[in-house]
């Protein structure tokens, strides 16, 4: 039987364990039940499992049968296991059982199609060398990618190359995009508080207006991009929350706004923050506010390297078809903690789609989102073709 032969067959079981982990959604580093359940699937299969990296992270080894030719060489498969606090509203039999819990970004799917590559691949151990199957907690936003490589990921199990892959509802399933160099954006968190001095709504000279010196910061961080920044290259500032004041006729001591910054590239990054601090104090000290600024960097830009980015587009061709693989598609300015894991070793991350007639297309992250079930054994599939492509 063929790997794809394999997986349709494990098809139902997949969708099993993924509708159990959609009912059960857990948030990042909190994810106990799910990787109880990963653990316990891994050791019912013969496969050696790792608790507790980096929290609730799980890593099953799987050795392969065959003899080594020139070295024993490592990859690493990962999956991520957290859920959103949002609320879910499509109503569907597996839908969250808890309120303010939800898989809206997939990845009990992504979490279901490791499962059901390594289940294929200790059946077969066809292949020479190991594969390391990492179950990370806590991609969204909390780095739980970088919490496992802090407790020891790659020096406890050494990899020569890694791979990852995350669903995306815009493009036909059937289709993968797989870019060239960066696939994500870098994210990084900020807050400014303008301090200025409250005043009666009557008497805005006796005080120092935050308001008014918010609104000029907003605007000074939105000309930030399009006026400092090279035009050919990309940076969004977006500013998510303003909160400021208690009354119409007080002018507030302080207004907050925090937001986001994306970038491509690292070089751009690290030019942002700079003029970002100096646009922000600027614009405040106009109104003679002062501008506290609180500057978060979080995730890198993901970039897949040039190897390993040409494997995974064989990997996905032998699933989809040549025809089937979108080839450097324009980079996405989400972002993803897999970049920290592409940071320390060789890899790439592809994206597969899950958009059919007749299923309307909703966004991850939306309360009426569903991971697509029909991805299971594509996703896993490529995973597992993955290792005969690298340890064959
Ligand atoms: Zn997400
Ligand atoms: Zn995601």
Redo the contacts with the bound molecule.
Sequence with gaps: MSLRDRLDALHPEMTAWRRDFHAHPELGFEEHRTSAKVAELLESWGIEVHRGLGGTGVVGVIRGRKAATGGNRAIGLRADMDA?PMTEATGLPHASQTANRMH??G?DGHTAMLLGAAKVLAETRDFAGTVNLIFQPA??GLAGAKAMMDDGLFEKFPCDAIYGIHNEPHLELGKAWVHDGTALAAIDYFSVVIRGKSSHGAQPHRGIDTVAASAAVVAALNALPSRRIDALESAIVSIGQIHGGTSDIVIPETVELRGSVRTLKTSVRDQVEPLFREAATNAAQAYGATAEIEYRRAYPPTINTPEETERAHQGAAAVLGEAGVVRNPPPIL?GEDFAFMLEKVPGAYILFGTKEEGRPVIS??NPLYDFNDKLLPIGASYLASMVERELG
């Design positions: 959103l809206a970004c990845h991609e969204e989400a991850v992250h």
